[in-house]
């Protein structure tokens, strides 16, 4: 009996070792197991990390280059900006340079060509302005023959130095003078008269001019207007009188006829 309790009692210790075996086994398994599974998150984790910060990389890089390209843009602008306005500056500064001078005068025959020529030699000269006279010149106290081309007269005149201070000087210089030239020429003996206009530019000219236009425009369609009225009253008055002596013509006839045939008539039946 001894000897079977004591076999029993070894195969029960044997089966234990193994069963504590088996669950070593089994738990290294399972150790190794969750080993890999923590490893591969791992490298997943570090493969995602890498990616969000190569985007992160990336996004920087072209934020970057956007605002590397939007300064380049903005100084780009600002530069066709300073560039504009320093060539309205240098503009500005030219015309506030400039000078004009009033001929309150032009001598018959004289042209803005010859006059040119003749002011030319004084300084250089940008523009000029003639106010035509609307009369034709005469030669000799008569009028010129209708055939043929005519010079247009001028009443006065305006002339635009490119120095205000050149301006200044012909206009003192020559002011009440003889205009000279050749002897043959008409206005050799004419006096100039010209005056240096002081803070007066060529906007202004042309400011005057418009406005004198815009008036003189106005004018003549309030004359053509008048006109209009005029002709329609005249045109009513005509056909009144037109119906008028039909009318009569017409009652003569009637009265004609009534007397030869022994008649009396109303006329108030007849218009």
């Known amino acids: 009996m001894l000897a079977e309790q004591q076999e029993i009692d070894e195969i029960s210790r044997s089966n234990e070792v193994g069963n504590k075996r088996k669950d070593e086994r089994k738990k290294k398994r399972k150790d190794k197991k969750e080993k890999r599974l923590l490893k591969k998150q791992e490298e997943n984790g570090d493969e995602e990390n890498q990616k969000s910060n190569h985007g992160m990389e990336r996004s920087e890089e072209e ?3 956007g605002e590397q390209k939007q300064g380049i843009d903005g100084k780009k602008k600002d530069g066709k900006k300073n560039k504009k306005k320093e060539r309205l500056l240098k503009k500005a500064a030219e015309a506030d340079n400039r000078g004009v001078c009033y001929l309150s005068r032009i001598p018959p025959h004289m042209d803005h060509v010859k006059l040119r020529q003749i002011l030319s030699q ?3 000269i940008l523009r000029i302005y003639l106010t035509p006279s609307g009369r034709t ?21 305006w ?10 000087r012909v206009a003192n210089m020559l002011n009440g003078e ?12 004419d006096l100039w008269n010209i005056k240096y206009l002081s803070k007066f530019k060529w906007d202004d000219l042309t400011e005057e001019i418009a406005y004198k236009s815009a008036i003189r425009e106005q004018k003549l369609a309030l004359e053509i207007s008048a006109a209009k009225r005029e002709r329609d009253f005249y ?7 037109r119906a008028q002596s039909a009318i009569e013509e017409r009652i003569r006839k009637v009265r004609q006829v009534a007397h030869f045939f022994n008649i009396v008539i109303n006329e108030n039946f007849l218009i």
């Open 235 to 241: 045109l009513n008055k005509v056909d009144q009188s």
């Open 63 to 65: 934020s970057e280059q």
């Open 137 to 157: 010149p005469q030669v000799n106290g008569k009028r010129p023959s209708s055939g043929g081309s005519q010079e247009q007269e001028f009443s006065e005149g």
């Open 178 to 189: 003889q205009i000279g030239g050749r002897k043959r020429s008409s206005f050799y003996y």
């Open 122 to 124: 004084y300084g250089e």
């Open 159 to 168: 002339v635009e130095f490119a120095r205000k201070g050149i301006a200044k």
